[in-house]
């Protein structure tokens, strides 16, 4: 079984409305807690990396939010773009596992005109 | 861009065929990873090097080569792949000690398996 489940697994949403994305996890013990974008034919790139001892961090429109007592993490997406059509990957690291790294399926958001 | 190259993004091959994948990083980093992302399924971790030295093999088959012959180049040599091979391979760096281990992905090649 997944340790990092989100959801919805799919999104639609109007341009300039907001949403969240959810991820929770069963990782143990804590590490840190990661949000990637992925645009369709391309990598996942960084959007925040949360640890333990931090509950929110922002860059730009996203907002992260993390509760490690529910191991629950969100993202919040303000005045949604077209160009934030893509999928969003949680990622959730553990501390003994070296460089292994635990990976959500990712919510693919459709922002439409 | 991310600072992590790979080559060729497209690359249709027939089971009996060899080829090989090629990711270049650009960022100094002295970490480097294999991924392959299938549809509707999460990353799967594939090889890790570390200082050129392989620090994990997550039971990958033998059909699938890495190599690292420094720690700004790595390779995955493909021979005899069946077609659930077929996949989107990435390239990630990141450097040991820096932001818990950030990884940096590439754009990734395109595999299909005929």
Request: aromatic share 10%.
């Amino acid at each position: 079984k997944n340790q990092v489940e989100q959801s919805p697994q799919s999104l639609i949403i109007l341009e300039g409305k907001n949403c969240t994305l959810q991820c929770n996890y069963t990782v143990s013990p804590f590490s840190n807690l990661r949000w990637y974008k992925q645009d369709t034919g391309r990598g996942p790139v960084s959007l925040t990396i949360m640890t333990f001892s931090e509950n929110t961090k922002s860059n730009g429109r996203y907002t992260a939010t993390l509760d490690a007592d529910t191991k629950q993490s969100s993202l919040h997406i303000t005045a949604s773009q077209l160009s934030d059509s893509a999928s969003y990957i949680c990622v959730v690291k553990d501390s003994n596992s070296g460089y292994a790294l635990n990976f959500g399926k990712g919510t693919s958001l459709l922002v439409t005109p | 861009e991310t600072g992590v190259t790979q080559t060729p993004r497209h690359l249709v091959m027939g089971m009996t065929n060899k080829k090989s994948l090629k990711c270049e990083q650009h960022l100094g980093h002295n970490a480097m990873y294999w991924y392959k992302q299938s549809a509707k399924k999460p990353l799967e971790l594939m090889f890790v090097y570390n200082f050129k030295e392989q620090t994990e093999n997550n039971s990958v088959p033998s059909r699938f080569s890495p190599e690292c012959p420094n720690s700004s180049h790595l390779f995955l040599h493909l021979h005899t792949l069946q077609p659930e091979d077929s996949a989107l391979y990435l390239c990630a760096s990141s450097q040991e000690g820096h932001r818990a281990y950030e990884q940096y992905f590439g754009p990734g090649t395109r595999l299909t398996v005929t």
